[in-house]
């Protein structure tokens, strides 16, 4: 057993930067793991910040001065966040607090809905199997209520903090991108001055991830936008509110658009019935779906993300499961930075090779 960890050991960190690199991603997940929530504005901020960069190099390389286009960049951050701040998320919260207060009629037309199952399928379906399925359904709801409630009132402490959060964010994402320079060369000036695994794990992140995660908020405002002109024409309902969960669909991929497809069907059917309207929100719903899939992921996503479906299905469960909402959307970053340290990461038969 000595020999085979021997043998580990000087196969895959018989290189000094490796273990230096280990070292650096064992102490970043203890970070994350122990006081990430401490330090969410100051990860938040540093993700927006480098995200911010690909549009202030793009006005440099049309002949603005550094500053100018920081000043720039940023004043268009500010303007979104605010905008998304004092006018988006009232509007979406007040619809989500109407269709709270109609779900009982949702409820009562899905169980009617239900019902007439057994007449259609009495070969796979009887009445009884339908009604013991009613009975659990209201069960997880009633659970869910009282989840949301004791949420509620847990959260009311947490008012102040998430203050704080909005507060400090832009003001961290200012400053991250005026002083690029002097803490780019302040974190270089820690690491190893001689680091090619860590330039080729950098050089594959920076051209995948950043084009994905920009990609990917870009998709988000498209589809939500196409999404809400839609449903905002035929007269439906919460069209803000589902206009966004139709947007936030594209986060997890291969279920999302199904997951999302649910509440759409159901407001459309109370609203309207099995009529044409319904049949007219689930065809739109669907060519939205299949636009985003064949024609806007192609044009956006020109450097695609190489990653097997199984894996960036397990990644998603996986980082989804530690950070939530924020691990599904970073989890296919994660899983690219997985995948790159491995493509890049030295072994023992690199060394003296060809």
């Known amino acids: 057993?000595?020999?085979?960890?021997?043998?580990?050991?000087?196969?895959?960190?018989h290189d000094e930067e490796a273990v230096i690199f280990t070292l650096i991603l064992l102490t970043a997940l203890v970070v994350l793991l122990t006081i990430g929530s401490i330090i969410a504005p100051l990860i938040a901020a540093l993700i927006l910040a480098y995200l911010l960069q690909g549009l202030v190099g793009t006005l440099q390389r049309l002949g603005l001065s550094y500053l100018l286009a920081v000043v720039i960049v940023y004043t268009l951050f500010i303007s979104a966040f605010t905008a998304v701040l004092l006018l988006l998320l009232p509007q979406a919260w007040r619809?989500?607090?109407?269709?709270?207060?109609?779900?009982?009629?949702?409820?009562?037309?899905?169980?009617?809905?239900?019902?007439?199952?057994?007449?259609?399928?009495?070969?796979?379906?009887?009445?009884?199997?339908?009604q013991e399925f009613i009975r659990g359904l209201r069960g997880e709801l009633a659970l869910f209520g009282q989840y949301?409630?004791?949420?509620?009132?847990?959260?009311?402490?947490?008012?102040?903090?998430?203050?704080?959060?909005?507060?400090?964010?832009?003001?961290l994402v200012f400053f991250m991108m005026k002083d690029k320079t002097v803490l780019v060369n302040w974190v270089a000036g820690l690491l190893p001055r001689h680091r090619p695994l860590m330039r080729q794990i950098w050089q594959e992140m920076d051209l995948q991830v950043a084009n994905y995660v920009r990609g990917k908020a870009l998709e988000?405002?498209?589809?939500?936008?196409?999404?809400?002109?839609?449903?905002?024409?035929?007269?439906?309902?919460?069209?803000?509110?589902?206009?966004?969960?139709?947007?936030?669909?594209?986060?997890?991929?291969?279920?999302g658009v199904a997951v999302v497809a649910v509440p759409v069907a159901a407001v459309s059917y109370v609203q309207w019935g099995m009529g044409s309207e319904f049949v007219t929100i689930m065809a739109i719903y669907t060519v939205i779906q299949l636009l985003d899939a064949n024609v806007l992921v192609p044009i956006i996503f020109s450097e695609?993300?190489?990653?097997?479906?199984?894996?960036?299905?397990?990644?998603v469960l996986v980082f989804g499961g530690l950070w939530g909402l924020a691990g599904v959307f970073f989890a296919i970053p994660l899983a690219t930075l997985i995948k790159a340290i491995i493509n890049a990461w030295p072994t023992h038969q690199d060394v003296g090779g060809p």
């Open 304 to 315: 695609t993300v190489n990653l097997h479906p199984v894996a960036i299905i397990a990644a």
């Open 95 to 130: 619809q989500a607090a109407l269709l709270v207060n109609e779900l009982p009629r949702l409820i009562s037309e899905g169980q009617s809905l239900l019902l007439l199952l057994p007449e259609s399928y009495p070969n796979l379906l009887t009445e009884l199997q339908i």
């Open 220 to 255: 988000i405002a498209i589809l939500g936008f196409v999404s809400y002109i839609a449903f905002m024409l035929m007269g439906m309902n919460y069209s803000l509110l589902l206009s966004i969960l139709v947007g936030l669909s594209v986060i997890i991929p291969f279920i």
């Open 148 to 171: 949301v409630v004791s949420y509620s009132i847990a959260s009311i402490p947490n008012i102040f903090s998430w203050l704080i959060f909005i507060i400090l964010v832009p003001v």
């Open 1 to 13: 057993m000595r020999n085979f960890f021997k043998g580990f050991v000087d196969r895959y960190f």
